[in-house]
Nanobody, 113 residues
Framework: QVRLVESGGGVVQPGGSLILSCVASGFSFTLNSMSWYRQAPGKERELVAVISDMFRTNYTDSVKGRFTISRDNSKNTVYLYMKNLKPEDTAMYYC???????WGQGTQVTVSS
């Protein structure tokens, strides 16, 4: 059974920071690339960041320099550290095994003053 459990979202002021976590199971965590996506109201889901099984990372342009994806294979957990948050970062955030089409419930991030 595939499980993806995201947490860490909340309401934060512009310029603030949050750390999202995702515990993943159902496939070999160590051997899989992991991704974070987000979906804002009325918009399509977009890829935010990817970390490969070899710890290589990639980011969408709008978050480069502000977001950091990391992973802890001992905990089957992928993280998304977000700093200097902007109102346009407001969205539901989801993690997934990059190659498999399974989704968790997501965690809501709201950036508002």
């Amino acid at each position: 059974q595939v499980r993806l459990v995201e947490s860490g979202g909340g309401v934060v002021q512009p310029g603030g920071s949050l750390i999202l976590s995702c515990v993943a199971s159902g496939f070999s965590f160590t051997l899989n690339s992991m991704s974070w996506y987000r979906q804002a109201p009325g918009k399509e889901r977009e890829l935010v960041a990817v970390i490969s099984d070899m710890f290589r990372t990639n980011y969408t342009d709008s978050v480069k320099g502000r977001f950091t994806i990391s992973r802890d294979n001992s905990k089957n957990t992928v993280y998304l550290y977000m700093k200097n948050l902007k109102p346009e970062d407001t969205a539901m955030y989801y993690c997934k095994f990059t190659r498999y089409d399974y989704w968790g419930q997501g965690t809501q991030v709201t950036v508002s003053s």
